[in-house]
Nanobody
Framework: QVQLVESGGGLVQAGGSLRLSCAASGDTVCISAMGWYRQAPGKERELVATITSKGRTYYADSVKGRFAISRDNTNNTVDLQMNSLKPEDTGVYYC?????????WGQGTQVTVSS
């Protein structure tokens, strides 16, 4: 089992920045990829960014050039630096870890971008 705890959400004006952090605990040796998803009100959860254990990254088109995902394999953390935030970035952001064919999720952290 893997437990994930997110932090760093909040309210920010458009154009501002936020940094989300996620700490993994438990059976962390099984974790391969980690990532961030988000869910806006009335919409499905969508992929934001992922990073493999070797540092290969993937970004949704909507956040390319504005968001940066990073990972510390020693401390089992994954961060998401979000710059130039837009109101459409508003939602609950979830940390995800993949390990041994299973998906693990954090409880989510709210990000609200005001216009």
């Amino acid at each position: 089992q893997v437990q994930l705890v997110e932090s760093g959400g909040g309210l920010v004006q458009a154009g501002g920045s936020l940094r989300l952090s996620c700490a993994a605990s438990g059976d962390t040796v099984c974790i391969s990829a980690m990532g961030w998803y988000r869910q806006a009100p009335g919409k499905e959860r969508e992929l934001v960014a992922t990073i493999t254990s070797k540092g290969r990254t993937y970004y949704a088109d909507s956040v390319k050039g504005r968001f940066a995902i990073s990972r510390d394999n020693t401390n089992n953390t994954v961060d998401l630096q979000m710059n130039s935030l837009k109101p459409e970035d508003t939602g609950v952001y979830y940390c995800q870890a993949v390990g041994e064919g299973r998906n693990y999720w954090g409880q989510g952290t709210q990000v609200t971008v005001s216009s």
